[in-house]
C-alpha cells in the first residue's frame, strides 16, 4: 500500500515562495507517476502539476506555468512542488498523488493521495 505525506505548506505574502514535499512509501516510487492538485473551498479539486515515473514527461496547469516547479527525487522517494510568485489565488489546500506506469492529469485517475497540506497566500 502507498503512503503520501505533504509537508511545506504555510502562509505567505503575495510574490513569495513555498516548496512542498511528498515522501512516498510502501512502493517502488520510480514506477509512479507524481501529481500535485489542489483544492480551493467551494471548488473541485484541480490539476495543478505532474512528472512521469521515467522523468521525461512533465506536464502544469496554465494557471502555474512558469512559476511551479514539479521535480522528484528517485533517490529520497520525495516529489517536490516549488511555487514561485505567489498570488492569492495560489490560496487551497495542495494534494500529492500518484499512479503507476501513466501519465495522467486526471485527478480520477490517480489511485493514491496525501492528506494535503494548506496554501495561504495573503494580499
Known amino acids: 500500500q502507498v503512503q503520501l505525506v505533504e509537508s511545506g505548506g504555510g502562509l505567505v505574502q503575495a510574490g513569495g515562495s513555498l516548496r512542498l514535499s511528498c515522501a512516498f512509501s510502501?512502493?517502488?516510487?520510480?514506477?509512479?507517476?507524481m501529481g500535485w492538485f489542489r483544492q480551493a473551498p467551494g471548488k473541485e479539486r484541480e490539476f495543478v502539476a505532474a512528472r512521469s515515473w521515467s522523468g521525461s514527461g512533465e506536464s502544469y496547469a496554465d494557471s502555474v506555468k512558469g512559476r511551479f516547479t514539479i521535480s522528484r527525487d528517485n533517490a529520497k522517494n520525495t516529489v517536490f512542488l516549488q511555487m514561485n510568485s505567489l498570488k492569492p489565488e495560489d490560496t487551497a489546500v495542495y494534494y500529492c498523488?500518484?499512479?503507476?506506469?501513466?501519465?495522467?492529469?486526471?485527478?480520477?485517475?490517480?489511485?493514491?493521495w496525501g492528506q494535503g497540506t494548506q496554501v495561504t497566500v495573503s494580499s
Open positions: 498523488a500518484a499512479v503507476q506506469k501513466y501519465y495522467t492529469e486526471r485527478p480520477r485517475s490517480y489511485d493514491y
Open positions: 510502501g512502493r517502488t516510487f520510480r514506477t509512479y507517476t
